[in-house]
């Protein structure tokens, strides 16, 4: 996400949650627009992963490969697996409305 948001002059952190103190909170993954970043959280509730949203409450992240996966309240649902692959936590916008 670094990299992506570096192309349009956005500077961000390395890590996902240095990330996450950036931006604006939107409360509603309905509410989401392309170019949002959706953070996520392991057991112990520190943030491990973010990716960002696309049209249609999809999801472009790393997670051993990049994948376009899906994304709702719950998280990321990876359809392959048939199961939840990361537990949404926090969605931020960084980009102008």
Do not use: C, W
Request: hydrophobic content about 35%.
């Amino acid at each position: 996400m670094q990299q992506l948001y570096g192309l349009v002059d956005i500077q961000l952190p390395r890590d996902a949650r240095q990330q996450i103190d950036h931006g604006r909170t939107v409360h509603f993954v309905s509410q989401t627009q392309p170019g949002d970043l959706a953070f996520f959280d392991n057991a112990e509730g520190n943030i491990v992963h973010v990716g960002m949203l696309l049209e249609d409450q999809q999801i472009l992240h790393a997670s051993g490969e990049v994948r376009i996966d899906p994304l709702d309240h719950n998280g990321i649902y990876n359809r392959q697996r048939q199961k939840y692959s990361h537990k949404l936590r926090l969605i931020k916008r960084l980009l102008p409305d």
